[in-house]
DNA sequence: TCTTATCAAATTGTTCAACAATCCTTACAT
DNA sequence: ATGTAAGGATTGTTGAACAATTTGATAAGA
């Protein structure tokens, strides 16, 4: 009688009481394998075999879905299922226009913000520190939220909001490739960046910033 | 989930076959009852009541629910209900924060995209009609489209969309205000940013537009 | 009178099982 | 090879049931 629990496998026990509804406890499972790449783009999430492995019902399920849906994480067609998004080359592309506008903006400015610069320092340290370690995946999450820290510099909570929905969907696609290619040619204009930041040079750090993001769409782009 | 709604199901009747899943039809009625001012912000909407008028089940019902509040025009309280958002004067702060950057981006460059500047006259020329017939709300409407179309300069669909949610937001805002005091003072200002936009003078028009934002900012804040 | 405690009613949160609608595969016919 | 017609599998929707929470009323006590 003595049956696996699931959620175990995950380290994700369910406690009985919870404030955060059952739905969004399933929705951080599918998030976490959705976005470290335990489900590959495309794949499809039946509701039969998640409802029996996450002991949870249809309904809650669906719920889930529809939370990672609005995350662009999940793509649901009519009749046909969910599937883990599929990112084109053209939403890539819409994904950086996006990235130049609001990064762009952010710091063009050049208004210096201790907090954020603050931030911004910790955030490349770690970096540093985890690609001198060889931890490459743990320097891609850093390089994300360093620009997620310079997305803030905006200050508008829509656009925080904005920014790490666009993060999470590039991830998507950053699991399919070598986290050190990716990400090692970008660690000195992440450094560069801060420092013309703590100078005050918005325009410089403005056209920097939009070479380093033509050039990673460009990396990105030719993978497909 | 994110599937764009044909909203073809506006006359509040669902027809025997449709297309897109009842929960948008659902959601499309009472997405217009809330951005046509239908209901007031602050009110509830009560799952009984709703489910007895739309003839749905509570479980769809709830969904329309999920999606309209993923919008930001529906709040969710736990175990209280859903109410139509009643927007902050920081909301309104942080819209305006948005729209000054993806307009001002849109406008910068002066681009002269001949599609658009079409629709943009077309768009100006529907606001004078209306104003000089006297219906103010399809005044105010036109205004919005306007806007809308100088977002799409950005080029971006993701941008599009955002974009969108923001007016359909400020929709909360507009409706409990007089339309004509509000929209009147910016028809001769929607004219002379085409021209400039016309003439391909960027800069200019970026200037002007966060004049503008900011004076209707300012008109909007001043009602709280 | 005011505060506090308690209870009952109403509403929302969650799950389940059944049925309807749709899609997809297979088999068959042309 | 192409098109068509079952049927089996999967998703869409519903209604009901029960749990948990809020709300409003009532009663008790200071």
């Given at each position: 009688?003595?049956e696996?629990?699931?959620?175990?496998?995950?380290?994700?026990?369910?406690?009985?009481?919870?404030?955060?509804?059952t739905?969004?406890?399933?929705?951080?499972?599918?998030?976490?394998?959705?976005?470290?790449?335990?489900?590959?783009?495309?794949?499809?999430?039946?509701?039969?075999?998640l409802?029996?492995?996450?002991?949870?019902?249809?309904?809650?399920?669906?719920?889930?879905?529809?939370l990672?849906?609005?995350?662009?994480?999940?793509?649901h067609?009519?009749?046909?299922?969910v599937?883990?998004?599929?990112?084109?080359?053209?939403?890539v592309a819409?994904?950086?226009?996006?990235?130049?506008?609001?990064?762009?903006?952010?710091?063009?400015r050049?208004?210096?913000?201790?907090?954020?610069?603050?931030?911004?320092?910790?955030?490349?340290?770690?970096?540093?520190?985890a690609?001198a370690e060889?931890?490459?995946p743990?320097?891609?999450?850093?390089?994300?939220?360093?620009?997620?820290?310079?997305?803030?510099?905006?200050?508008?909570?829509?656009?925080?909001?904005m920014?790490?929905?666009?993060?999470?969907?590039?991830?998507?696609?950053?699991?399919t490739?070598?986290?050190?290619?990716?990400?090692?040619?970008?660690?000195?204009?992440?450094?560069?960046?801060?420092?013309?930041?703590?100078a005050?040079?918005?325009p410089?750090?403005?056209?920097?910033?939009?070479?380093?993001?033509?050039?990673?769409?460009r990396?990105?782009?030719?993978?497909y």
């Amino acid at each position: 009688m003595s049956e696996p629990d699931p959620s175990d496998a995950y380290g994700e026990t369910r406690p009985f009481r919870v404030r955060s509804s059952t739905a969004e406890w399933a929705a951080a499972i599918l998030r976490q394998r959705v976005t470290e790449g335990g489900l590959a783009p495309g794949s499809r999430l039946a509701e039969d075999e998640l409802t029996a492995e996450l002991e949870v019902s249809r309904n809650t399920l669906r719920e889930a879905f529809s939370l990672l849906g609005h995350e662009r994480l999940l793509e649901h067609r009519l009749n046909r299922g969910v599937y883990v998004r599929v990112l084109s080359p053209a939403d890539v592309a819409d994904i950086y226009r996006v990235r130049r506008m609001i990064e762009g903006a952010a710091v063009r400015r050049g208004e210096r913000d201790p907090a954020a610069l603050a931030a911004l320092r910790e955030v490349v340290a770690e970096a540093d520190k985890a690609a001198a370690e060889d931890r490459w995946p743990d320097v891609g999450t850093a390089d994300l939220r360093f620009h997620l820290v310079i997305a803030s510099l905006n200050g508008s909570e829509r656009v925080n909001t904005m920014m790490a929905q666009l993060l999470a969907e590039l991830r998507l696609v950053f699991h399919t490739m070598d986290p050190h290619a990716l990400h090692a040619p970008f660690l000195p204009l992440n450094r560069e960046l801060l420092t013309l930041l703590d100078a005050g040079r918005g325009p410089d750090a403005e056209a920097l910033l939009a070479a380093y993001l033509d050039q990673a769409e460009r990396v990105l782009l030719a993978t497909y």
